[in-house]
């Protein structure tokens, strides 16, 4: 069965992107960076790409990011706000689409309940400490983590 939504996803994804691109000449999408209480990082491993991101996903019409952010974290990890999210930036994701943007939100332990579920979206998710981050890491993510757990200075481009 995971399979299967798995290929869905695949063939889905390009046309979505497409009618997207036709529909919304502005993207925006949002990202959760969670902290347990070890300080380790949550991160996701989607059905449908390569690699483990940050939780999130694209605002909706009708919604703040900071709603958007709170529902993509219930929806794909069962992560439920209950403290603050800090809005840590803002970045221009070119890559996706010419004028997508991520805002990227910082969770600390404690500001939030898990109750891990499972989403056709996620095939695994955990949490990793920020110094062994797992084999397959986007470079986009593993840079947002340095600059959030070392100190090191935010680059503007996703």
Not at 78 to 92: D, P
């Amino acid at each position: 069965m995971a399979h299967h939504r798995a290929l869905i996803w695949t063939v889905a994804r390009p046309v979505l992107r497409l009618y997207w691109r036709l529909r919304r000449p502005l993207t925006a999408g949002v990202r959760g960076l969670v902290f347990d209480e070890r300080g380790h990082v949550l991160l996701v491993r989607h059905t449908y790409i390569p690699g483990w991101y940050l939780p999130g996903g694209g605002v909706e019409r009708g919604e703040t990011m900071l709603t958007s952010l709170k529902r993509e974290l219930e929806e794909e990890v069962g992560v439920t706000l209950t403290g603050e999210a800090r809005l840590m930036g803002l970045y221009a994701n070119f890559r996706e689409f010419k004028s997508d943007h991520v805002a990227l939100y910082v969770v600390g332990h404690g500001a939030y309940e898990h109750a891990p579920r499972r989403s056709p979206e996620i095939a695994e998710s955990g949490f990793f400490p920020p110094q062994a981050l797992p084999t397959g890491i986007s470079p986009s993510t593993a840079r947002r983590i340095a600059e959030v757990t070392e100190g090191r200075a935010p680059d503007e481009l996703w």
